[in-house]
């Protein structure tokens, strides 16, 4: 008798399975003969990829200077020859007086203004402390913030090689304290290293609840959804159909995403490659049932897109792809407490960046299980009541 209860339990598995596989090879089929999703499969992930880090590079490449030199000292006029001879600042040559200047900057022609004071270089032999003025164009502020970086930077160097020149020519040697800065985890400050994990996030997110949405959605219009629910497939086959290609296919992108960040980005994984995949699998099965849920409230494909559009604006502008999470308001740390896109753009950063081990980052896996958990197990009960 236990033989063969096992083998009608084997035999049930086996067919199970077999209706599985049937139903995912139609879905297959179904999205690459889909024009849509399968230029939104190929097109859309390469030109995340291939366009957005380098369009989204927040490295400042050039800054335009006025200088206002109420000095005329010998020293004045070497610290704008200096600035004229680096790679980041550029000398405007009609800004003389503080009213060109403004005037300059008030057209978006000058980004940073440089005002010596007058009697700079006798304060300077004087060993007193002379204050520069340095005006920026807040307008964006981001080029401001690192405009005003650069110009302190260049002046402390600048001062510090004239403490060292007269060192040599008076042999007095007066306190100083040198710093010696260093960077871990991003050495060259490259925006590229943060901006990709975070573009590969967005990209498994978008096919995990985006496509599946749509191609889900289209199914209902056609009426395709209704003829399965009257074949004897049980629920979970049903499921199963409808999210392991998917599933599948952001697994692919990811592993894509992964060999462009190595070998046209040039960003090594310092983590764990397979911590890497499993984090990946655990919040793409999450991001499906999100799509799910969303098709199963949604009538058309137009709606579909509205909603599912709505929630990834949040999500990503959230996420701190673009912004630090920290730098936030508390109302929008608080909504990324259930921003998945925001801990799953961390998570890369810190397998990617910092190699961080399983150890650290358990807490995470777990939430995004329970997340894949609660979203699907919502989506059987909903289903349950809408397709009867």
Known sequence: MKIVLRRCLIYISISSMRTVLILIKKEFIQIFRNP??????????LAYLLIFPFSAD??????????????????SRDIQNSLKGTKYFKIIEKSNTKEQAAFLMSKDYVDIIV??????????????????????NAINN?????????????????????TKESIQETSIYPTQIHLSPSRWFNKNMDYKNIFVPGILAVLVAMIGSMLSTLNIVREKELGTIEQMNVT????WQFFAGKLIPFWIIGMVEFGIGLLCMRYLFGIYIQGSVILLLVFAAVFLFG??????????????????????MFLFIIFILLSGLFTPIDSMPVWGQTINIVNPIAHFTEILKYI????????????YLIGFSIFAVIVNSINIALYKNTSH
């Open 36 to 45: 849509i999703l399968a230029n939104l499969i190929t097109i859309l992930p």
């Open 58 to 75: 927040l490295e400042i490449k050039t800054l335009h200077v006025a200088f206002i030199d109420n000095d005329n000292s010998s020293l």
């Open 115 to 136: 005002e010596i004071p007058a009697n700079f270089e006798t304060k300077i032999i004087r060993n007193e402390k002379p204050i520069i003025g340095v005006t920026a």
């Open 142 to 162: 981001m080029k401001a913030a690192v405009g005003v970086a650069y110009i302190q930077q260049f002046l402390g160097d600048y001062i510090y090689s004239l």
């Open 232 to 235: 004897p497939i049980n629920k």
């Open 287 to 308: 991001m499906l049932g999100l799509g799910f849920m969303v098709s199963i409230f949604s009538r058309n494909q137009a709606q579909a897109t509205y909603i599912i």
């Open 352 to 363: 990617i960046l910092k190699g961080t081990t399983y150890h650290d980052l358990k807490t």
